[in-house]
């Protein structure tokens, strides 16, 4: 049985929480082929790449899990880039490439 690709879309916020999920769903036969991943150096070029990467792996994916949890006391926190990468899927979605997705 082939395994599910999945891409994790977050807030940076919660790298704690998405590296537990990570293992989580790889423990359950999935393949996490994208998740935030915290980087060093400077902001603006090093964002650039993992954005563009972070997109790509959209196109690729075939579930997208949206860690929503508690920030600033919102529940079900999405944020502007996560919200992007919804709206971007959804694109996807009508252009005939199904996406699941898992919030």
Same mark, same amino acid.
């Given at each position: ?14 790298? #704690? !929480? &998405? /590296?537990?999920?990570? #293992? ?10 994208? $998740? @935030? ?7 603006? @070029?090093?964002?650039?790449? !993992? ?8 196109? !690729?994916?075939?579930?997208?899990? &949206?860690? /929503? &949890?508690?920030?600033? /006391? ?9 919200? *992007?990468?919804?709206?971007? *899927?959804?694109?996807?979605?009508? *252009?005939?490439?199904?996406?699941? $997705?898992? *919030?």
């Amino acid at each position: 049985m082939k395994k599910e690709k999945i891409v994790i879309c977050s807030s940076m916020s919660f790298l #704690e !929480e &998405i /590296n537990q999920w990570r #293992e989580k769903l790889e423990k359950n036969n999935y393949t996490v082929i994208k $998740y @935030p991943e915290q980087f060093a150096g400077e902001f603006l @070029p090093n964002y650039k790449i !993992e954005f563009s990467d972070h997109y790509r792996k959209i196109t !690729e994916t075939d579930i997208l899990f &949206i860690l /929503n &949890i508690k920030k600033n /006391n919102l529940d079900g926190y999405i944020g502007a880039s996560v919200f *992007a990468e919804i709206a971007f *899927a959804i694109g996807l979605n009508r *252009a005939g490439n199904k996406k699941k $997705y898992f *919030a």
